[in-house]
């Protein structure tokens, strides 16, 4: 199997996982999350937007301290400077949440993709706008 296809079904792969498999494996869910979270770093490693948008989120979502918030920020900066499609908007976007929430470090320096977020704003990336209801 091509590299491209394998970093795809490893996402594939910790989708399932992180669903738990429909919930038919009950008394392993934390196993499973750690094992999607797992698979997704592995993706990451092949430059798979999608799943350093997805680690991004579950960073945030499994937020445990403050390290776990630059962890998120470095995936999703990562996943918006790619700036392809849907899932670089939304980390474009949710990079511009966090800043707005000042939950990220003042030495981080994510400008670049803010400017850029702003710019596909004003020129008509209207997508992102309704999903978000901005």
Request: zero cysteines.
């Amino acid at each position: 199997m091509q590299k491209h296809g394998m970093k795809n079904l490893l996402v594939q792969l910790g989708l399932l996982y992180e669903n738990n498999f429909y919930d038919s494996i009950k008394n392993k869910i934390e196993e499973n999350k750690k094992k999607a979270e797992e698979l997704f770093e592995k993706a990451v490693e092949g430059n798979n937007l999608y799943a350093k948008a997805k680690l991004g989120r579950i960073l945030i979502n499994n937020k445990k301290d403050e390290k776990d918030y630059e962890k998120a920020v470095e995936f999703y900066s990562k996943a918006a400077r790619q700036r392809r499609g849907y899932y670089s908007h939304v980390t474009q976007y949710r990079l511009n949440r966090l800043k707005d929430k000042e939950l990220i470090n003042e030495d981080t320096n994510i400008e670049d993709i803010l400017e850029y977020y702003r710019k596909e704003r004003k020129y008509g990336y209207v997508e992102i706008l309704k999903k978000f209801g901005i």
